[in-house]
């Protein structure tokens, strides 16, 4: 389910008051591959819920440059919405998450393998309310920007 910021907060309350683990991710997700496929499937198999915070059109552009995102934030939106693993997704604006993980508490946060777990953007609210933050191996060679590249040398 696609959520506002404003929804997402009364569901993530419902999900503590139900004693729900709830597990936290964020990104682009432009270009959804199979390296995404099994980061989000292992994620999920953390808690009972997993949450998704995508970066905006505009968050992207600012992190990725002018030529990104190639999929609009809608249309990734539904994308994850429509993965087995994903429950809900909430679009944020800012460069990183920290607001929507001040806001969603979740027990369980994590990232790819490229970060380590001291540098995850919220490992800070999550360790304090007695949380896990995890750095989840990522699928080597499958990545969003090796797929553009390969596209644009064809």
Not at 58 to 74: A, F, H
Not at 93 to 98: C, K, R, S
Request: aromatic share 6%.
């Amino acid at each position: 389910m696609i959520l506002t910021r404003e929804e997402i907060v009364g569901i993530a309350q419902n999900l503590h008051d139900a004693d729900r683990k709830i597990v936290f991710t964020n990104g682009c997700f432009d270009l959804i591959h199979r390296g995404h496929i099994e980061y989000l499937n292992n994620a999920k198999k953390l808690g009972d819920i997993l949450i998704i915070g995508l970066n905006s059109d505009e968050s992207v552009r600012r992190l990725k440059g002018i030529d990104r995102p190639l999929n609009y934030q809608q249309d990734r939106a539904v994308v994850l919405d429509n993965l087995k693993s994903v429950d809900y997704v909430c679009i944020f604006d800012e460069d990183t998450p920290y607001e929507l993980i001040k806001i969603i508490q979740p027990d369980i946060l994590v990232k790819g393998g490229d970060w380590a777990v001291q540098d995850i953007i919220g490992s800070d609210i999550v360790l304090a309310l007695g949380g896990k933050v995890k750095s989840l191996k990522f699928v080597e060679g499958k990545s969003t920007t090796d797929i553009i590249e390969k596209i644009k040398n064809l």
